[in-house]
């Protein structure tokens, strides 16, 4: 149980374009989302939470007209990547919080999007 | 700034116990503990989960002292394949808010 699913795992874009990255909870509902990025040899950035049905909840330094975030429902959340630029450049993973019984409330995380962006 | 602390790195040899510790000085009252690993390139594994004294579970034992401002995760007779980097996570802050933000980490190598 507590499966992430990340799509796509891989993409590139010309610089300018937009990219859209979907987070799924395969076997379990997930009140809380939420999107890292991560540079190589670094620890995880945390960019964002998300609560579905509301707004996200964007951390200090991150652009939230640049990563779109909408958590439709309790298995779907999305990250968009607006008018990206190489500096986006980067692996962003999504984790979902909250579930089935017998988790006390830990993340689990998808395998991950590796963004490059010409 | 990271709620958490761990060693950068770490060197064993395969079929040794390793024991990673982490410090968590400011953990809050109700808040988890939660180990993960990650290899490159993938999303962090969750290994194990532990409020206080010891959990173990099939891959790894979680030991928390009583006053909690630290834990130890134990990785019994590692192999080469456990080399990857080791996070302790603590995720509430002030107001029983969830900020799940990572420290550093702990890089294991495994040797032959």
């Known amino acids: 149980g507590a499966v992430v699913s990340q799509h796509p795992s891989r993409v590139i874009c010309k610089s300018g374009t937009s990219v859209k990255i979907e987070c799924r909870s395969l076997d379990f509902q997930a009140t809380t989302m939420f999107w890292y990025r991560q540079f190589p040899k670094k620890s995880l950035m945390l960019m964002a939470t998300s609560n579905e049905g509301s707004k996200a909840t964007y951390e200090q330094g991150v652009e939230k007209d640049k990563f779109l975030i909408n958590h439709a429902s309790l298995t779907l959340s999305t990250l968009t990547v607006t008018s990206a630029h190489p500096e986006d450049s980067s692996f962003y993973i999504c984790?979902?919080?909250?579930?089935?019984?017998?988790?006390?409330?830990?993340?689990?995380f998808g395998p991950g999007t590796r963004l490059t962006v010409l | 700034l990271a709620k958490t602390t761990q060693p950068i790195s770490m060197d064993s040899y395969e079929g040794q116990e390793v024991n990673i510790t982490c410090s968590h000085n400011n953990i809050a009252t109700n808040d988890y503990i939660t180990w993960y690993q990650q290899f490159p390139s993938q999303g962090p594994r969750f290994i194990i989960q532990g409020y206080k004294t010891k959990v173990t579970n099939e891959v790894a034992s979680l030991f928390i002292p009583a006053d909690r401002k630290s834990s130890t995760l134990s990785l019994p007779r590692v192999s080469l394949s456990d080399t990857a980097v080791y996070y302790c996570l603590v995720g509430l802050g002030p107001g029983g808010s969830y900020i799940p933000t990572f420290g550093r980490g702990t890089s294991l190598i495994v040797h032959p």
């Open positions: 984790s979902a919080r909250g579930g089935t019984s017998g988790n006390t409330g830990a993340q689990y």
